[in-house]
């Protein structure tokens, strides 16, 4: 496969993210949307598991680890949602965690990344950081950026278990089939838990859109699982984030949301990385 089509491929996954994304923002209570998507999605994988070659050796613990870590994130961020502070966490975590991912993959993965892409990983970085600018020109909220940061050491390290995972086991399709199949059970018996009565109350109309997004969710990860495999984890990281870019243009086209200045520019800032990053 070509470098483009690679490229494309992760910009298409990014593309779903925002998608999904978006619909889960607009559900009644996207906690209980998560819950149910990853739901969905374990009992689809199920039967597939005996089709396919079992995780053997390390792999295993790649797998659980990466579960573990995931199902942390997923809880998070359907509280953070419902709790409508994500526009001034996600862009945070998401900005800070394609430099951690790349400090990490370095370090651990031992991965060469050229100055070209360094630079093109920062413009992406500094250009999701942008996003936070308008809300921070008063006062500095401190306990907004400690949760940001450990939402980007979260997304980092399960981003490192998942590389790792993925290529260490001998099929990438059985690590894809089981990170899948096993995080929903978790996210569920949570939101079981603590929202027993709004699981009881969503209509079907939710239920169809939710059965969207676990596809849509699906497909966005699983190529980035993928693409773990044959590129650098920190530019898949970097790329991976256009998600939160398209985001904002679905959001002005399609919600008519207002788009600033700021917003300009770091889209544009992040694009001019991504250019880098591609020709690196």
Same mark, same amino acid.
């Given at each position: 496969?070509?470098?483009?089509?690679?490229?494309?491929?992760?910009?298409?996954?990014?593309?779903?993210?925002?998608?999904?994304?978006?619909?889960?923002?607009?559900?009644?209570?996207?906690?209980?949307?998560?819950?149910?998507?990853?739901?969905?999605?374990?009992?689809?994988?199920?039967?597939?598991?005996?089709?396919?070659?079992?995780?053997?050796?390390?792999?295993?613990?790649?797998? @659980?680890?990466?579960? $573990?870590?995931?199902?942390?994130? =997923?809880?998070? *961020? !359907?509280?953070?949602?419902? /709790? #409508?502070?994500? &526009?001034?966490?996600?862009?945070?975590?998401?900005?800070?965690?394609?430099?951690?991912?790349?400090?990490?993959?370095?370090?651990?993965?031992?991965?060469?990344?050229?100055?070209?892409?360094?630079?093109?990983?920062?413009?992406?970085?500094?250009?999701?950081?942008?996003?936070?600018?308008?809300?921070?020109?008063?006062?500095?909220?401190?306990?907004?950026?400690?949760?940001?940061?450990? @939402?980007?050491?979260? $997304?980092?390290?399960?981003?490192? =278990?998942?590389? *790792? !995972?993925?290529?260490?086991? /001998? #099929?990438?399709? &059985?690590?894809?089939?089981?990170?899948?199949?096993?995080?929903?059970?978790?996210?569920?018996?949570?939101?079981?838990?603590?929202?027993?009565?709004?699981?009881?109350?969503?209509?079907?109309?939710?239920?169809?859109?939710?059965?969207?997004?676990?596809?849509?969710?699906?497909?966005?990860?699983?190529?980035?699982?993928?693409?773990?495999?044959?590129?650098?984890?920190?530019?898949?990281?970097?790329?991976?984030?256009?998600?939160?870019?398209?985001?904002?243009?679905?959001?002005?086209?399609?919600?008519?949301?207002?788009?600033?200045?700021?917003?300009?520019?770091?889209?544009?800032?992040?694009?001019?990385?991504?250019?880098?990053?591609?020709?690196?």
């Amino acid at each position: 496969m070509s470098s483009l089509t690679l490229f494309l491929l992760i910009l298409f996954a990014a593309f779903l993210h925002a998608i999904w994304n978006i619909i889960l923002k607009y559900l009644p209570d996207s906690l209980v949307g998560m819950g149910m998507m990853n739901l969905f999605q374990s009992i689809i994988f199920f039967p597939i598991i005996f089709f396919i070659p079992w995780p053997s050796g390390v792999t295993w613990y790649f797998i @659980i680890g990466s579960v $573990i870590l995931h199902n942390i994130y =997923f809880i998070n *961020l !359907g509280n953070s949602y419902n /709790k #409508n502070d994500l &526009t001034l966490i996600y862009p945070i975590a998401r900005g800070c965690a394609p430099v951690f991912i790349t400090i990490f993959s370095f370090i651990v993965l031992k991965e060469n990344i050229s100055l070209e892409g360094m630079v093109g990983i920062l413009l992406v970085s500094a250009a999701l950081l942008l996003l936070t600018a308008e809300h921070y020109k008063k006062k500095f909220n401190f306990y907004v950026f400690k949760i940001s940061i450990f @939402i980007a050491l979260l $997304i980092s390290i399960y981003t490192l =278990f998942d590389t *790792l !995972g993925v290529r260490s086991s /001998k #099929n990438t399709f &059985t690590y894809i089939v089981w990170i899948f199949f096993l995080e929903g059970w978790v996210t569920f018996a949570y939101v079981y838990l603590k929202k027993k009565n709004q699981l009881n109350k969503v209509r079907l109309n939710d239920v169809i859109l939710i059965g969207v997004i676990s596809f849509l969710s699906f497909i966005a990860y699983g190529i980035i699982l993928w693409a773990y495999k044959v590129m650098p984890a920190g530019y898949v990281a970097s790329l991976r984030e256009s998600s939160i870019i398209i985001a904002t243009i679905l959001g002005f086209f399609f919600l008519k949301e207002k788009v600033s200045k700021v917003r300009i520019l770091s889209a544009s800032t992040f694009f001019l990385g991504v250019f880098l990053i591609y020709h690196s």
